[in-house]
């Protein structure tokens, strides 16, 4: 039974665009820069918001250590200008972190403890690597067999999927092939530009004849993984790189990336006080657990489970932002729900736009919404699979 | 005047081309900042573009320039345009540009305004005049000019050719060739200016004759290499192979010059380029660089071009069984006698291509070189024979070898009419009888003995490359056994060399060692393990000795980087299993035994780290397993370059266990950061699972293998030498062995699990075998300190204890016997 008490609105989502890791346009740009600059960014779009009635900022984040570690939220949201009364708190959630930050703060909101909160995610897997800079395994899990899981990198786990679900290396090159071509045509016809917060990038380098030091400028306001000379030869010729004679590569497989997103969400006596409008309403959100060893599927289980939640129908559903860790796990999902492939990822996905760990959720939320609206739909959903064996999804309606 | 301590600051190649950047990277291996000069490139934005992508091309060449592809950062790419001026600052400059004339003679002119007041200039030409070369640049330059003729590929060929032009000063060519042998670590042979001075004339004529007599006697090419290759002491690569490696353009344009400029020679209807290898550079078959040359590779099938056919064919050719037998002959004056009075067509044509290369070397030796010796060495070090044609002519019988040439001249048979000239034949009747003596070697133009060299660097070569004819005592024994040899050159210092052939370790080995280190507390001041030739060690050897040890001939220089040339990982399991010969202890189930070797092995080891004197390896090639163990037990190593270090157990499903992985994990928790060794651990895994062989010295050192104080040296003529001063100056320190570590952090059981965590994916993925799987979270258990909590402190005991039981139990695993059986067997690896 539901303890709302009131709704929970989304007023702003913005994001950074997203550069390929370890090697792209943000190798050198510090996460928790990177949240500064889309807390800045949902704030600036809240004209009239005294930032001292923010009540928390929840920011998710996969590998919450380095340069985003010490609890990024509250270093970030300082940085960022915000006064002191403003909380700030970390969550990890692997995969799902940002989306589960936007649900937390809905939440708060809607048991009425709070009217204003900034939910974001952010990471450099540039600069902090998948498994964190110091991998530490629990000599447990080699004891028990059943354990054994927990150590597989998600490599071996969308192995695993293709192969119980069935899905060939053709139908994973060729989602990867369509991710990049929705990608690169959504690029062209600026669908991206209302969510995308371009980033000032600075670098000083040395040169080593004058002694000086060079500062070079650029700003980034494109996402960096689609690749327009992406064809299905050029993916059929990559090698499996989990196991030998397997079917994940590289090219069908989410890139590495840098990125951050934030969502402002506030109940409709904020929205009245501070004479905002809301670009969309929280609807719901769930997570679920799997086997660790095919994690891939955790939508599967997460997304019937909230659409009952929600007391909505799979083809209620306008728009499903289903996060690509891999084209094998994406097509089991998609081909057991019977999703529609044209309302999944019709602008790309992370094969092509990349997936930067606990950011991803944050920004698939921005793009949502923005798409919903910008295409005069209603229902959407943000969804993915997490790490160790999980899914997650969360609804929202455009207004 | 140029100072004799001629330093190299700083050195410039002029011309990046194969052997310019090759040159470049060499000249970095030795630590020399380097800058590499080529055509600018007006059309790209970094003008010294061309230069740069021949660096980066460094980095992929096999076998590899660089000692360490970092290296390359070293080689600095600048351009003619805007550049020259900076060759004021450099010392030596190498001028390695295309071989034309014009060409060169404009550079020269371009780049003389900017040489430094004693920088040394030369050319690098094959075929040039220098004497010509040298009428190009200003007369107050010319006394500072010569030839320097490196040979292909320059890291690995030991021969230099220095060539003076007539205004060169002898004390430049001095301390060039001074630097040149220490600190490039090579083998220098002053030449005459004559057309392709001394190893190519030869060599490139000894491959005429080759061709001349294949054709003669209706010999295909790879039967020909089969006859010309190891059997008699060349490169398995022989003739045809090797022709295709150098590349058909390369020869035809030697050939070519020769054709051009040695009209007067009685060979000289010889120089020709042969019709059908005229016909494969037309179409630009030019050998290994163009994929299909004399030989084509077809999928894993060799092709040879088959002349009769006028195509390829699969090269199948085998010799006849006799003449194989023949020439394995131990005796070379029975054999030479056995192949000339053989009538079959295989002997016959080895008895002539040795023939007229006898006659036309003795001919020529007063035009080209200034002695025998200079001739046979180069032959040796410029192309990879294991003996120049003097050597091979004086051990077959000199004046029997002499008569029968000039019974075949006489009738008609050599390929050149002209007597043999009157030395050959006045040596004989000489009290000296042969052209190499303890003396020194004949020297026509003063027609004596010409003793080696009296240049100050020869004194740090105690045992310089000998010849055939040359007598070599290493100086006095302290004892011998049947494994080892203790001795000392009249100092304090005393020296071990194994008996062993690989100078492999069993027990007697370990015994003898054991010896020698009780020996050097009592009455010496510090001990040195060098072998008197390479390898250092092949590692241990379990087999219970009971054969006698065999010497066998070492392997050339060519041969060693051919080998490098094939896939390292299957060479490096094959010398795992050669090292770890187990097959008889194994049937015999001798675990027991094998476990009690262990342990004297790890004794031994700790025993050379704890003497009460200092230890010194001396280390060149090979030093794999156990090998590699007693390297890193020694106070210090001194390595050369070419020195091949690896714990390699790993490649036959065992693990280092004569105190490698204790060494490891102890280096790895002596460079921990906040007490946690695993960060180096992983890398360490890394190295013994993977059975990582370091390709250099200096990738041993990157590869922990090596210390970083462990001087890397470039020269192995010198490496006795730098060992002893070495040891003398550790000893001058009053020396102590270092205490016992007692509290060693281990990263224990989360250790062990991440590197499982690992280990488990690669098994998921099918990438390794569960038997992989069970060696790799072996290794890891001995190298993380066993299943302890992370940060126990343990002793040097405790690992040596994780190290034997480990070993002992993939033993005693039917994979890992299999492994070794069948690597043994077949020399390749076995996936189980």
């Known amino acids: 039974m539901s303890k709302q008490t009131q709704d929970a609105y989304i007023v702003a989502a913005a994001r950074t665009p997203v550069g390929k890791a370890p090697r792209g346009m943000f190798k050198n740009v510090r996460p928790d820069d990177m949240l500064v600059h889309v807390l800045q960014a949902v704030m600036q779009q809240c004209e009239g918001l005294d930032p001292a009635a923010i009540d928390d900022v929840i920011a998710g984040c996969a590998m919450p250590e380095a340069e985003q570690g010490i609890n990024v939220a509250r270093v970030a949201l300082l940085l960022a200008g915000l006064p002191d009364n403003v909380p700030g708190m970390t969550i990890n959630r692997f995969c799902a972190s940002g989306l589960q930050a936007v649900a937390l703060a809905a939440d708060r909101i809607r048991l009425g403890e709070a009217d204003v909160i900034i939910a974001a995610g952010t990471e450099s897997m540039s600069m902090i690597p998948m498994m964190g800079n110091k991998v530490a395994m629990n000599p447990a899990m080699f004891i028990k067999d059943e354990n054994v899981a927990i150590a597989y990198g998600m490599g071996i786990t969308a192995e695993k999927v293709a192969q119980q679900w069935k899905v060939g290396r053709e139908q994973q090159d060729e989602f990867a092939m369509t991710s990049h071509q929705r990608a690169l045509k959504a690029i062209e016809t600026g669908e991206f530009q209302q969510e995308i917060a371009p980033y000032p990038v600075e670098e000083k380098r040395p040169d080593l004849t004058s002694h000086e030091v060079k500062v070079i400028k650029s700003v980034k306001d494109t996402d960096e993984g689609p690749r327009a000379d992406t064809n299905l030869e050029a993916l059929a010729k990559l090698k499996s790189v989990f196991a030998a004679n397997g079917s994940v590569t590289a090219g069908n497989s989410s890139q590495m990336s840098d990125g951050a997103g934030a969502v402002m969400v506030m109940s409709a006596a904020a929205l009245q006080r501070f004479n905002l409008t809301p670009i969309g309403r929280f609807i719901g959100y769930t997570v679920a657990g799997v086997p660790p060893e095919i994690m891939g599927i955790g939508p599967i289980k997460a997304i019937p489970k909230v659409l009952k939640q929600v007391g909505l129908h799979q083809d209620d559903l306008d728009w499903i932002e289903l996060n690509e860790a891999f084209a094998a796990q994406s097509l089991a999902v998609i081909n057991e729900l019977g999703l529609d492939r044209a309302k999944v990822n019709p602008l790309g996905g992370a094969i092509a736009l990349g997936h930067p760990l606990g950011a991803t959720g944050a920004i698939r939320v921005a793009t949502l919404l923005h798409g919903l609206r910008r295409h005069h739909q209603r229902y959407g959903m943000v969804t993915m699979c997490v790490g160790s064996g999980m899914g997650a999804a969360g609804v929202f309606e455009a207004l | ?832």
């Open chain 2, 1 to 832: 005047m140029i100072n004799h301590r001629f330093m190299v600051r700083k050195a410039a190649v002029l011309g990046a081309g194969v052997m310019g950047a090759q040159i470049a990277a060499h000249l970095v291996n030795a630590n020399i900042e380097t800058l590499l000069f080529e055509l600018p490139d007006e059309k790209s934005s970094d003008p010294s573009a061309p230069a740069a992508k021949a660096i980066e091309k460094l980095k992929k060449l096999e076998p590899a320039p660089l000692s360490l592809a970092a290296k390359a950062a070293c080689i600095q790419p600048v351009n003619y345009d805007q550049h020259l001026g900076l060759l004021t600052d450099c010392d030596l400059v190498i001028e390695a540009i295309a071989e034309r004339i014009d060409w060169k003679t404009d550079l020269y002119l371009k780049i003389a305004p900017h040489l430094g007041q004693h920088t040394i200039f030369a050319s690098n030409t094959s075929g040039l005049s220098i004497n010509q070369l040298a009428q190009a640049l200003p007369e107050e330059l010319r006394h500072r000019f010569c030839g320097i003729h490196f040979f292909n590929p320059p890291r690995y060929m030991h021969l230099i050719e220095l060539i003076p032009c007539q205004e060169s000063d002898i004390s430049v060519l001095d301390a060039l060739e001074a630097f040149l042998v220490t600190y490039l670590g090579k083998g220098v042979i002053r030449a005459k200016d004559t057309p392709n001075f001394i190893a190519n004339r030869v060599g490139v004529f000894s491959m005429l004759a080759i061709m001349h007599h294949a054709k003669a006697f209706g010999l295909g090419f790879d039967l020909v290499d089969k006859l010309t290759g190891s059997l008699i002491g060349r490169p398995k690569s022989a003739t045809f192979r090797t022709a295709d490696l150098v590349g058909l353009d390369v020869l035809s344009h030697v050939i070519g010059t020769m054709h051009d400029t040695l009209h007067d020679d009685p060979w000289h209807a010889y120089y020709q380029v042969p019709d059908w290898l005229q016909a494969l550079v037309d179409q630009g078959a030019l050998g290994q660089k163009s994929g299909k040359g004399i030989y084509q590779k077809i999928g894993k099938e060799i092709h040879v071009l088959d002349l009769e056919k006028n195509g390829y064919q699969l090269a199948t050719s085998t010799l006849d069984s006799d003449i194989e037998v023949l020439l394995k002959r131990k005796d070379p004056v029975e054999k030479f006698a056995a192949l000339r009075a053989s009538e079959h067509p295989q002997a016959q044509f080895l008895w002539a291509i040795h023939r007229d290369l006898f006659h036309y070397c003795a001919v020529h030796l007063a035009a080209i070189a200034n002695n025998a010796r200079d001739l046979d060495l180069a032959i040796r070090w410029g192309f990879g024979w294991n003996q120049g044609p003097f050597e091979t002519w004086q051990i077959a019988g000199w004046k029997q070898v002499t008569q029968w040439i000039k019974e075949d001249i006489a009738s008609g048979k050599s390929m050149s009419k002209t007597p043999l000239p009157a030395w050959v034949e006045d040596i004989e009747t000489s009290e000296r009888r042969a052209v190499h003596t303890a003396q020194g070697s004949y020297a026509p133009a003063t027609r004596s003995m010409q003793s080696r060299s009296a240049l100050p660097v020869y004194k740090r070569q105690l045992f310089p490359d000998r010849l055939a004819g040359e007598e070599v005592v290493y100086g006095e024994t302290i004892f011998e056994t049947d494994a080892v040899r203790m001795w000392h050159t009249g100092d304090e210092i005393a020296i071990v060399s194994f008996k062993s052939k690989m100078h492999t370790v069993d027990i007697d080995v370990l015994n003898g060692l054991q010896q020698a280190i009780e020996e050097a507390e009592h009455r010496w001041r510090a001990l040195v393990i060098w072998q008197t030739e390479p390898p250092f060690s092949a590692g241990a050897n379990l087999q219970k000795a009971t054969e006698k040890p065999k010497r066998e001939e070492p392997p050339s220089a060519f041969d060693q980087f051919m080998k490098k040339v094939k896939k390292s990982a299957q060479s490096t399991l094959l010398q795992a299993a050669r090292s770890l010969d187990l097959a008889d202890a194994l049937m015999a189930g001798k675990l027991a035994e094998v476990e009690m070797l262990i342990t004297r092995f790890q004794q031994l080891s700790q025993h050379l780290r704890y003497s009460m004197v200092p230890t010194v390896a001396a280390v060149d090639g090979l030093a794999l397993g156990g090998g590699c163990e007693f390297v890193m037990h020694c106070d210090r190593a001194v390595a050369t370059l070419e020195s091949y270090i690896g714990l390699v157990e790993a490649g036959v499903g065992l693990l280092p266990a004569g105190g490698g992985c204790k060494e490891l994990a102890l280096r790895a928790a002596r460079n921990a950061i906040d007490n946690d060794p695993f960060p180096q651990l992983k890398h360490t895994f890394q190295t013994v699972a993977m059975a990582q062989l370091a390709k250099s010295a200096e990738q041993a050192k990157e590869l922990g293998y090596l210390r970083e104080a462990d001087p890397v040296i470039m020269n192995r003529f010198e490496l006795l030498h730098a060992a002893k001063v070495q040891a003398l100056a550790l000893a001058e320190s009053g020396y102590r062995p270092p205490l016992m570590p007692r509290a060693i952090p281990v990263a224990g059981s989360t250790g062990i699990a991440t590197i499982k965590g690992m280990l488990v994916n690669m098994l998921e993925g099918h990438f390794i075998s569960e038997h992989d799987y069970l060696i790799g979270s072996k290794i890891a258990h001995v190298l993380c300190g066993g299943d302890l909590t992370p940060g126990s402190l343990v002793d040097e005991e405790w690992f040596l204890r994780l190290e034997r039981t480990a070993f002992i139990e993939l033993l005693a695993t039917e994979k890992t016997q299999a492994r070794i059986a069948h690597t043994l067997k077949t020399g390749k690896p076995l996936r189980n």
